[in-house]
């Protein structure tokens, strides 16, 4: 059955968290593959977390939601590069965009089988703005983007008011980052944790790495830096689900687990392999 066009309604829908922190989704994209885009607001930079697929314009929706604008400039940082997080960043300019150093190069060639990339229709409600009555969601792949700016484990990004912190975080993916606001205790987490199962059987996950980002992030939790976590997938949780899931995946991820992920992972890059090589 034919999907209606999207032009019925915005791409994308809203909501405020607190002063300067907005989550935005993506309306039409039913999936748990669907990412949370994070709006983090400085007095002088505003920070995108994450930017969707990018089917529809985000920085145009924030724009006209009144979001970003103004005096202030705006980076769009991606956790990693997979498609459900970093497809959106072609929309901004490419200096407005950074990643981890280690997935620049991804990003850069449009790397389909890095960006794990894989829609299917049945995770569209409707045809994405402006495509033509023939597109089909396996012709989605990653758009190739130059990052302005690449990030190393301990930079500071400077929003003005507030400053978020980069934490190198590889184990989901070899350039997974987490960022955290150390006044207000915000850490905005990515792939490496969220309340649902995580993986770390893709190409380029890595279980002894993941397991070591765990154990920096609970130490990061000891310290009484994390207040609220706000995830790459599903709904923002606090310290006491945070230690829980960390703990939870430290216990799981022994060496049959490392075993098994490693069988999954080729087993998942044959797929993928499959799927961009007959496109
Ligand atoms: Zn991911
Ligand atoms: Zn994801």
Redesign the pocket.
């Known amino acids: 059955m034919e999907r209606p066009e999207a032009e019925a309604g915005e791409w994308f829908y809203h909501q405020r968290l607190a002063d300067g922190l907005y989550l935005v989704r993506e309306r039409y994209f039913e999936s748990g593959n669907r990412a949370n885009v994070w709006l983090v607001q400085g007095s002088e930079r505003d920070v995108v977390v994450d930017a969707g697929l990018g089917l529809g314009s985000l920085p145009e929706y924030l724009q006209r939601a009144g979001l970003l604008g103004g005096t202030r400039t705006r980076l769009a940082v991606a956790t ?1 590069v ?1 498609f ?2 970093a497809g959106g960043l072609r929309h901004f300019e490419p200096g407005e965009v950074a990643v981890h150093r280690a997935e620049a190069e991804a990003l850069a060639c449009g790397d389909d089988l890095e960006a ?1 990339t894989w829609l299917g229709d049945g995770e569209l409600r409707r045809r994405p703005p402006g495509s033509s009555v023939g597109w089909t969601a396996r012709r989605y792949r990653l758009q190739a983007v130059t990052p302005g700016l690449l990030l190393e484990d301990g930079d500071l990004l400077e929003l003005g008011d507030r400053q978020l912190r980069v934490l190198h975080t590889p184990g ?2 070899r350039g997974s980052v987490c960022l955290h606001e150390p006044g207000a205790g915000l850490l905005f987490t ?2 490496t944790l969220y309340d649902g199962a995580l ?1 770390d059987w ?1 190409p380029h996950s890595h279980v002894a790495q993941y397991r070591r980002s765990c154990r920096r992030l609970l130490e990061l939790l000891d310290q009484g830096q994390v207040h609220t976590v706000l995830p ?1 997938h599903f709904n923002p949780f606090g310290p006491d689900t945070m230690r829980a899931l960390a703990l939870d995946y430290l216990s799981r991820a022994g060496v049959c687990h490392r075993i098994t992920s490693s069988a999954i992972s080729c087993l998942a890059s044959i797929a993928l392999r499959g799927r961009h090589w007959t496109r």
Do not use: K, N, Y
Request: proline fraction near 0%; charge should be negative.
């Open positions: 990693h997979h459900d997080h794990v989901h993916s990515g792939d993986i893709l790459g």
